[in-house]
């Protein structure tokens, strides 16, 4: 047997009845957390479900679309998902669309990381390639260049610089 073999076969002992049919959790959760991490095999995923408050991980499947939500929904049922009031999520559109398809008055939280992250993607980035154009056109062609490459510099925290 295979280390590989004896985890999987542990994590189906105890995370299902019957090596197929998934626990339901064991308590209510009021908030969930949902991401998706790639699997160490080229280009797939996987979405992790936790309950926010406890860590504990209440589901994990393979891909990372609404599907997975949708199945996650179907597994723990309507009654608990009326309990849940809030879903941390990253800004992937297809976790948000699913939860508020079924359940308008969830709260979808984004986490501080995306949002940042999207903040500087799209407006410290559009901001930088605005003012680069504008010095090329006011024939400053050395100082368009140097912003042109600063785009590490300008995202990085100054303690990381000095």
Same mark, same amino acid.
């Given at each position: 047997?295979?280390?590989?073999?004896? =985890? /999987?076969?542990?994590?189906?002992?105890?995370?299902?009845?019957? #090596?197929?049919? $998934?626990?339901?959790?064991?308590?209510?959760? +009021?908030?969930?957390?949902?991401?998706?991490?790639?699997?160490?095999?080229? =280009? /797939?995923?996987?979405?992790?479900?936790?309950?926010?408050?406890? #860590?504990?991980? $209440?589901?994990?499947?393979?891909?990372?679309? +609404?599907?997975?939500?949708?199945?996650?929904?179907?597994?723990?049922?309507?009654?608990?998902?009326?309990?849940?009031?809030?879903?941390?999520?990253?800004?992937?559109?297809?976790?948000?669309?699913?939860?508020?398809?079924?359940?308008?008055?969830?709260?979808?939280?984004?986490?501080?990381?995306?949002?940042?992250?999207?903040?500087?993607?799209?407006?410290?980035?559009?901001?930088?390639?605005?003012?680069?154009?504008?010095?090329?056109?006011?024939?400053?062609?050395?100082?368009?260049?140097?912003?042109?490459?600063?785009?590490?510099?300008?995202?990085?925290?100054?303690?990381?610089?000095?």
């Amino acid at each position: 047997m295979t280390v590989k073999s004896i =985890h /999987k076969s542990l994590l189906l002992s105890k995370f299902t009845t019957d #090596g197929k049919t $998934l626990i339901k959790p064991e308590r209510q959760a +009021k908030y969930l957390a949902i991401d998706e991490f790639k699997l160490h095999d080229g =280009h /797939k995923y996987a979405t992790a479900i936790i309950d926010w408050e406890t #860590g504990y991980i $209440l589901y994990l499947a393979h891909g990372k679309k +609404k599907a997975v939500v949708f199945e996650f929904m179907d597994h723990v049922g309507d009654e608990w998902m009326s309990k849940v009031e809030a879903v941390a999520c990253d800004m992937n559109s297809d976790f948000e669309e699913a939860f508020k398809g079924r359940y308008p008055k969830l709260d979808i939280v984004y986490d501080r990381f995306h949002i940042i992250k999207n903040f500087n993607d799209k407006v410290v980035s559009e901001i930088r390639k605005d003012e680069q154009r504008r010095l090329a056109e006011e024939g400053s062609p050395e100082a368009a260049k140097l912003l042109k490459n600063s785009r590490y510099i300008l995202m990085s925290k100054r303690s990381t610089l000095v």
